[in-house]
């Protein structure tokens, strides 16, 4: 019989070649995503918009992704964080793509790898969104302000909110956080306690007058956010 | 919290986050160190089996969105998602965008003198199943010419999307094609080292290619995993 039908081309070093077997390089995420990755609703944790969506960048007809469908409205302090992406000149980035991962309320994080009984879960919280930035560097999300988790040993973390910055330049995420000036615990929190006293502002969020909290994120240059190696 | 695992950190084939022959890079990464902190609860958790409800169905078949065929060469892609144990990452979302045959997108700042297709959008989801397997079919992408430089065009590739366990397995990334000139010239693929940037190129596999109808390209997608290292002891 012959191998013709099964007949494959030698093989060669690529995704494959069991040699090179390890993770997969991060590439950009570029700027032409939002077709792609911003669902409608996906900076809406809490209501049923379609808050994170970009209509006015493509055709409505090539919209393929969903409304979020949100089961019901989670507990909690209803927030807006907000701020701007900068780059290293302090120019607005306008195609940079935000994420956030956050606990409940009650500090418990909507994932099978938190399994802690004595925290309450909200079935009506995820607590990841994603947003991308206007022409003016601004992002913006709502959700429900977060309570504490543990840290390290017995410690016990500051009310945050993880971020991943992603855009066009940008080779791999950065990961970052954003805490609340009025955070119970920011000055005993594990993971800030690490970071030079003299750029921990870069990770704390101010309340507007508008009642929205405000946290910059400044890429390179003056005022550089710190970002982590986790 | 004794018994969680601290996800690895980058291997040797990570790319630089500055890489100035890829110019925009240049502002847009820090001149600082990064700040390594422990794998908290925060690090090691994710979403998970949310998909539905945030994003909304799985769009597996990028040729079938619109009224007629899209133009360009039908290609099935499929693979299993595995951690670096080898282990597949079941239930995992993959989002997936790319350009049409001729390498414009229909976004709206795209400015590629080359022709939209009614039929095409270049969007879609897939979930891995319980052994962590994937498979989508779209139209091969086109070339693409980007202002990096003078001459400069990007290869083809297809943009993918991971979140994997938890947010520290999170990844973006791009698949390449087998024998494209392009990828060896290309700032963007250039910033991962050799020989790690061959990850990224998917193979021609005739097992999953379809008799008259789609070729089949295998391309598996390796996520950070757990280490030995207890968060305890980190900290
Ligand atoms: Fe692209």
């Known amino acids: ?230 | 919290m004794t018994d969680s695992l601290a996800y690895a950190h980058d291997d040797a084939g990570a790319p630089p986050s500055r890489f100035p022959d890829y110019r925009s890079t240049v502002l847009r990464s820090p001149s600082l160190p990064l700040v390594r902190i422990p794998q908290t609860l925060t690090e090691v958790t994710g979403p998970a089996g949310c998909w539905d409800r945030l994003m909304g169905s799985a769009l597996a078949d990028l040729t079938t969105q619109h009224e007629g065929a899209p133009l360009g060469q039908r290609i099935i892609v499929t693979g299993h998602v595995l951690d670096e144990a080898r282990r597949p990452v079941p239930h995992t979302v993959i989002e997936i965008w790319q350009a049409n045959a001729a390498g414009r997108y229909i976004h709206g700042k795209d400015q590629w003198d080359a022709p939209l297709d009614p039929h095409f959008t270049g969007a879609g989801r897939v979930v891995t199943d319980g052994e962590g397997r994937y498979r989508f079919v779209t139209i091969r992408p086109g070339a693409y010419p980007w202002g990096n430089h003078r001459n400069a065009w990007r290869p083809a590739h297809i943009h993918l999307s991971l979140l994997g366990p938890a947010y520290a397995t999170r990844l973006v990334t791009q698949l390449y094609f087998p024998d494209d000139p392009l990828i060896e010239i290309d700032p963007i693929a250039n910033a991962v080292p050799m020989p790690y940037r061959d990850r990224l190129v998917c193979r021609f596999d005739i097992g999953i290619t379809e008799p008259n109808w789609a070729l089949g390209y295998r391309f598996d997608i390796v996520l950070k995993g757990r280490d030995a290292t207890p968060l305890e002891e980190e900290a």
Not at chain 1, 69 to 81: D, K, L, N, Q, W
Not at chain 1, 174 to 198: C, I, K, M, Q, W
């Open chain 1, 1 to 230: 019989m012959s191998d013709l039908e099964s007949r494959n081309p030698a093989s060669r070093a690529d995704n494959q070649d069991a040699a090179l077997f390890g993770q997969t390089p991060s590439q950009t995420v570029g700027p032409f995503f939002h077709y792609g990755l911003p669902w409608k609703g996906g900076a809406d944790l809490i209501g049923k918009s379609d808050m994170g969506a970009r209509p006015e960048l493509f055709p409505e007809d090539h919209y393929v992704l969903n409304l979020s469908s949100p089961t019901g409205t989670p507990t909690g302090e209803a927030i807006e964080i907000a701020g701007r992406v900068l780059d290293g000149a302090g120019e607005a980035v306008p195609d940079a793509m935000i994420e956030i991962w956050q606990a409940n309320a009650a500090g418990r994080y909507a994932s099978p790898d938190d399994a802690r009984d004595e925290v309450a879960p909200d079935p009506h919280f995820v607590g990841f969104g994603r947003a991308s930035t206007g022409e003016d560097g601004v992002y913006r999300f709502r959700t429900i302000r977060p309570g504490r988790v543990p840290g390290p040993g017995n410690s016990l973390q500051a009310p945050h909110i993880a971020l991943s910055v992603f855009g066009r330049g940008v080779l791999k995420r950065l990961a970052t956080r954003l805490y609340f000036s009025d955070g119970e615990g920011n000055d005993f929190d594990p993971v800030l306690g690490l970071v030079p006293e003299e750029r921990r502002d870069t990770l704390i969020a101010t309340r507007r007058a508008d009642g929205s909290w405000w946290l910059d994120i400044i890429l390179s240059g003056e005022g550089e956010t710190v970002f982590f190696d986790l």
